[in-house]
């Protein structure tokens, strides 16, 4: 190489970067939460209370869009508080404009961006969300009682956000109170949080069992949202799953007003038996349920399971004539293999052995978990006959 070349290879290298950074596209990935669908409804994974810089957050809106789709979230709604702007000598108050903002990058990127805003005041009846709200700067008029009337005339979802919240709570005690009482009779209250965050409030559970309110399960997200979920190791934020007609945000808000929900919490699942039993017959599945049983050989099963959450069964009750397992993990995306046996050596005949398991982590009201029964078809063969 002479010293004469040096200039014109620097210049064609500088070239070659910038033509070459130009041309390289922006690639991000995006991590798929894998729960079935349920017969009839498609099952969508949603985030219904998200703070940004129009309140409280300390994130711009179209990253709110940019996160729900990395995470594989169908569904967001920005919910910015009426009463609570910390930043705004920086940023205006427009309660609008947070949601104006998400919502072109939720189009680019086919996230649906719900309108929403949380009407914030001391308890009773403390921090309510308002959903699908067609103009959010109606609700700045400083009275719950006006705002969720407001709110309700929008055609808006309303719940009742983190329930127990410390800060709020009267005497360490999750309270409902005759406003909550009159919200409802006035149909402006139609859902609680069952999770905010981390929070599990075994209180709003019962209460959305027993008023017949939807349950909802939302980040209330601040930060960035891996800064609070590490989302690269497995976790998730808390999840509203939704069984909508379509993937669309009125279909959302049909679903959500027919109390067509499942709260997702870490390892988690609680809503109604009519959507949990579903979930878990479309994620788990058996690779034979007949089988024939040599004297006291045993015969190796194997449990699949494809979605994302995994199932953790506990039998209730002996099952007479075979060695099941008392308990079983069934890891997320995994398959598990256990052995059946007879109890004596001696069995013949054919018989249908029905073995009922109760799921620890899906929960139908506090404390409770789904139960599912399991049919195997057992022809007994005594030891003696034909080889082993
Ligand atoms: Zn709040
Ligand atoms: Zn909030």
């Known amino acids: 190489m002479t010293k004469e070349n040096i200039p014109a290879l620097v210049a064609s290298a500088i070239l070659f970067a910038v033509v070459s950074h130009a041309h390289e596209p922006v690639t991000r990935a995006r991590t798929a939460v894998n729960i079935p669908d349920v017969p009839g409804f498609v099952t969508l994974k949603c985030d219904f209370h998200i703070h940004t810089v ?121 309270t409902w109170h005759d406003e909550h009482s009159w919200l409802v009779e006035q149909g402006f209250l139609q859902g609680i949080e069952v999770v905010n965050g981390r929070d599990y409030y075994p209180e709003a559970h019962r209460w959305a069992v027993d008023r017949k309110l939807t349950m909802l399960s939302n980040s209330d997200i601040h930060a960035p949202l891996n800064m609070d979920f590490h989302v690269h190791d497995g976790d998730h934020r808390p999840l509203t799953l939704v069984f909508a007609k379509a993937r669309t945000s009125e279909a959302i808000r049909e679903a959500l007003f027919d109390r067509r929900t ?108 789904l139960q599912c029964e399991f049919p195997f078809d057992i022809t007994f063969t005594p030891a003696s006959s034909g080889n082993n």
């Not at 427009?94 to 308890?123: C, F, P, W």
């Not at 007949?290 to 002996?318: A, H, M, W």
């Not at 007479?320 to 890891?331: D, K, R």
């Open 54 to 174: 129009f309140s409280d957050g300390y994130v711009w809106p179209t990253v709110r869009a940019e996160e729900a789709w990395r995470e594989g979230l169908d569904a967001i709604a920005i919910t910015d508080h009426i009463e609570y702007q910390p930043h705004k000598s920086d940023v205006n108050t427009n309660h609008n404009r947070s949601y104006q903002i998400a919502s072109g990058r939720g189009e680019d990127l086919e996230v649906i961006v719900i309108k929403g805003s949380e009407i914030t005041h001391e308890m009773p009846p403390g921090h309510l969300n308002a959903i699908f709200l067609t103009n959010s700067m109606q609700l700045a008029v400083r009275d719950w009682r006006e705002e969720t009337r407001i709110a309700h005339q929008q055609g808006a979802f309303i719940f009742w956000n983190h329930p127990g919240w410390e800060p709020q709570l009267k005497n360490n005690i999750v």
């Open 262 to 369: 499942v709260v997702y919490s870490g390892d988690k699942l609680i809503g109604e038996e009519r959507f949990l039993k579903p979930i878990f017959d479309g994620s788990v599945r058996f690779n034979r349920t007949s089988v024939t049983l040599k004297g006291r050989k045993p015969v190796y099963l194997q449990v699949s399971n494809n979605s994302d959450v995994p199932f953790e069964l506990e039998r209730i009750g002996v099952v007479e004539g075979v060695n099941l397992p008392g308990t079983l993990m069934i890891a997320a995306r995994k398959s598990v293999l256990f052995d059946l046996k007879a109890t004596a050596a001696d069995a013949s005949g054919e018989k249908r052995v029905v073995v009922t398991y109760r799921v620890k982590n899906l929960l139908v009201a506090p404390g409770e978990g």
